[in-house]
């Protein structure tokens, strides 16, 4: 079912504004609240731990915390350890990480797509409660397990954008959470690329595919969705702007290209409590549209 979820953005908004903008984000009934950890800003497993904690019903998604930057056994013992904190609340993604931090932290690696075809079915595994073996080029586990593994495994998701790691998300993740900046039609290119991987590895089921639109409300939204942009062809159709009624009705273009849930990124300036309670007005219509 199409879903709205919204985000906090870690270049407009420090930590010390996070409590306020879950609480926020709660108190306005918006079902999913999205965070990254970009290098070097704040990191994510605390973040969503600290979120979850405060908080009764949002969903806090991860989009993305960087492979690279901790060890698969690691990277499972924070999933599963807050998933069992707070049962199907997180929706945790993993991805390449910006290549130069990785460099600069010495991590980066020589291929990201082995790095993604290693990692993610070995973290699924260790989710799922099963005793792990890989010896691969960069993940490696001798028969590792989790002691507390989550009652129920969540969805791992990976972060994708070119054609090849598009297709290798549908093979080995449970999600795709696709950055902001593109058209339905673009969008439209990524899912199709994403379930031609998934059916390919022959995995049934379906893959929840998350794309961030920048949006914005209020007083000169559309300039301000617009700015944010970029300089991008065509900027009017990469963002949403206008009201609850007009960014519900907006974001259909994005479903009708094969996304499953439309995370909306605030355009840079605006208060970010409103952003959310508006926010929160969008997800109500778009869901009471599809019952």
């Given at each position: 079912?199409?879903?709205?979820?919204?985000?906090?953005?870690?270049?407009?908004?420090?930590?010390?504004?996070?409590?306020?903008?879950?609480?926020?984000?709660?108190?306005?009934?918006?079902?999913?609240?999205?965070?990254?950890?970009?290098?070097?800003?704040?990191?994510a497993?605390?973040?969503?731990?600290?979120a979850?904690?405060?908080?009764?019903?949002?969903?806090?998604?991860?989009?993305?915390?960087?492979?690279?930057?901790?060890?698969?056994?690691?990277?499972?013992?924070?999933?599963?350890t807050?998933?069992?904190?707070?049962?199907?609340?997180?929706?945790?993604?993993?991805?390449h990480?910006?290549?130069?931090?990785?460099?600069q932290?010495g991590a980066?690696?020589?291929?990201?797509?082995?790095?993604?075809?290693?990692?993610?079915?070995?973290?699924?595994?260790?989710?799922?409660?099963?005793?792990?073996?890989?010896?691969?080029?960069?993940?490696t586990?001798?028969?590792?397990?989790?002691?507390?593994?989550?009652?129920?495994?969540?969805?791992?998701?990976?972060?994708?954008?070119?054609?090849?790691?598009?297709?290798?998300?549908?093979?080995?993740?449970?999600?795709?959470?696709?950055?902001?900046?593109?058209?339905?039609?673009?969008?439209?290119?990524?899912?199709?690329?994403?379930?031609?991987?998934?059916?390919?590895?022959?995995?049934?089921?379906?893959?929840?595919?998350?794309?961030?639109?920048?949006?914005?409300?209020?007083a000169?939204?559309e300039?301000?969705?617009?700015?944010?942009?970029?300089?991008?062809?065509?900027?009017?159709?990469?963002?949403?702007?206008?009201?609850?009624?007009?960014?519900?009705?907006?974001?259909?273009?994005?479903?009708?290209?094969?996304?499953?849930?439309?995370?909306?990124?605030?355009?840079?300036?605006?208060?970010?409590?409103?952003?959310?309670?508006?926010?929160?007005?969008?997800?109500?219509?778009?869901?009471?549209?599809?019952?």
């Amino acid at each position: 079912m199409p879903r709205i979820g919204a985000i906090f953005n870690p270049y407009t908004h420090s930590p010390d504004e996070f409590r306020g903008a879950v609480l926020a984000a709660e108190e306005a009934g918006l079902p999913e609240l999205w965070v990254w950890e970009d290098c070097f800003r704040q990191s994510a497993f605390a973040t969503v731990g600290a979120a979850l904690a405060w908080t009764e019903a949002v969903r806090i998604g991860i989009g993305i915390a960087p492979m690279p930057l901790r060890n698969v056994a690691a990277t499972a013992m924070e999933i599963a350890t807050i998933e069992r904190l707070f049962p199907g609340r997180l929706l945790p993604g993993v991805g390449h990480g910006v290549l130069d931090w990785m460099g600069q932290v010495g991590a980066r690696v020589a291929s990201p797509l082995t790095l993604m075809r290693e990692y993610v079915p070995a973290l699924r595994g260790l989710l799922a409660g099963e005793q792990v073996e890989v010896d691969g080029r960069y993940v490696t586990l001798d028969a590792v397990s989790l002691d507390y593994p989550p009652q129920t495994p969540p969805l791992v998701y990976a972060a994708a954008e070119g054609p090849k790691t598009l297709r290798l998300s549908g093979e080995v993740a449970d999600g795709t959470v696709l950055d902001s900046g593109h058209t339905a039609a673009e969008y439209a290119v990524a899912t199709t690329a994403i379930r031609e991987g998934r059916a390919g590895a022959g995995r049934e089921g379906g893959h929840d595919v998350v794309a961030y639109v920048v949006t914005a409300f209020g007083a000169d939204a559309e300039a301000r969705a617009v700015a944010d942009v970029g300089d991008k062809p065509d900027p009017a159709l990469r963002a949403l702007w206008g009201d609850a009624a007009q960014v519900a009705a907006g974001a259909e273009r994005f479903f009708d290209a094969g996304v499953d849930d439309v995370v909306l990124l605030p355009a840079s300036r605006g208060d970010i409590g409103e952003f959310y309670r508006e926010a929160g007005e969008v997800a109500r219509r778009v869901a009471s549209a599809t019952r």
